[in-house]
Structures are given as C-alpha cells and as structure tokens.
C-alpha cells in the first residue's frame, strides 16, 4: 500500500483524536534538509521519557542513576523505524554482517540556545550529521540536529560547523546515559560522527523502513 493511500485515513483520525507522536504525524514536506521531530525530553529532566508505543503517551522509562545531563533536546522523528535499510548501512561500513535495526523510531538531539522547559512538543528541525552508535548488535543511530532559526544554533550548515565541545559532550551521554551504579555491562560504543549527507542518507533509509514495517503490518 502507497503512502498516498495512508494519507487521507490518518489526517481524518487526527480530526476526531490527537495524533500518535510514531505514527500520526508526518514528517514535513521538506525532508530531510527540516524534519519534524517530537520532542520526548528536555536538558532539565531527571528522569529519562520516552513514549509508549502502544498508546502515544509519554511515560518514566527509568530515572536516571547518575547525574547526567541532557545536552540538548532528545526524541524522534515520526514515520521512522530502524530497520534492515538502516542497519545494513552499519553493516557495510564497519563490516559487521551481523548488526540489525533496533526496532525504534530515529532518535535525534536537537541543539538550542532556549530553555525549552518540556517535552512532549513539536519542533522543525534541521540535521547537521549524527552518531553511528551500535547497541551491542543493534543499529542505533543519533541524528544531530539544530532548532530552525535558532539564534545561535540555527546558522549551522554541516557538523564542521559545531564546537567539538559540544560533539564531545553529546557523545559522552549517550556512552554513559543506561550505565548503572555498580554494574560494568558497557556495550554501546558510538563509531563514527557523521555529516549531513550521511545524515540525511540515515533518514531516508529509516523513512522506507517505517513504509516496509507498516506495510508488513497492514498485511499480515
């Protein structure tokens, strides 16, 4: 089924009922040089959110154990799902046969000067590059990203364009953000940093992902 024939029964659901944060909203038009991304948490949370897949709604996923700090908005980008055409893109680059999708949407971190004080929204964002980060066998990338328009952020092009600071402290969290006190079970390691291009290759493999996975869905 075309993504054309799925259209106009979702907008018509989304009249009558608030939309799925996954699956309900669209990704925009203007994919993937400005995504719509939902924003699941922000740098002042102390617990980790993120939605249930079920029902749309946000939920504690766990609090975090350390004091790590989010350096930037986190969530993901509707209508995507890590899936083979993502993996194998880790897959060939690091020759490894036996990585797969983790099943997820696209996670992102979007870079902003504000103090936005909430998840739970919307936000047009533009992809500068992203992590390649591998979850023990499991593909599961981070799309980096600056808030369009951001007076600060929002000039930036291409992931030359941030201080290697602020890469460094993105890649810190997401090395240490599921580590537990006391327990040295370490399996995350973060491969590469890439550009745009790559990014944007990332999330058109993911977008044909999501249209494989609810196509499998629709006609199993």
């Not at 007076?151 to 291409?158: E, F, I």
């Not at 590469?192 to 977008?207: D, G, L, R």
Request: charged content about 30%; proline content about 5%.
């Amino acid at each position: 089924m075309s993504r054309k024939k799925l259209d106009p029964i979702g907008k018509l659901m989304g009249l009558r009922y608030k939309s799925h944060p996954w699956h309900g909203i669209e990704i925009g038009d203007n994919s993937p040089e400005i995504i719509t991304s939902f924003v699941e948490m922000v740098p002042t949370d102390t617990v980790k959110y993120e939605v249930d897949k079920a029902s749309g709604y946000l939920t504690i996923d766990r609090p975090q154990k350390f004091s790590s700090i989010l350096p930037a908005l986190y969530g993901f980008i509707p209508q995507t799902y890590c899936g083979d055409k993502l993996a194998e893109i880790s897959r060939k680059k690091l020759d490894r046969p036996d990585i797969i999708g983790d099943s997820d949407p696209l996670d992102i971190c979007i870079l902003t000067e504000k103090e936005i004080t909430h998840g739970d929204i919307l936000v047009q964002a533009k992809p500068i590059g992203g992590f390649r980060m591998i979850d023990g066998n499991e593909a599961d990338d981070k799309i980096i990203a600056v808030l369009k328009g951001d007076a600060v952020y929002g000039s930036y092009k291409d992931i030359d364009d941030c201080p290697q600071a602020v890469i460094d402290r993105l890649r810190h969290y997401f090395l240490t953000y599921k580590d537990m006190p006391g327990e040295n079970s370490h399996k995350c390691e973060i491969t590469h940093t890439y550009n745009k291009k790559e990014a944007f290759t990332v999330i058109n493999n993911s977008v044909k992902d999501y249209r494989n996975f609810i196509e499998k869905m629709l006609f199993e």
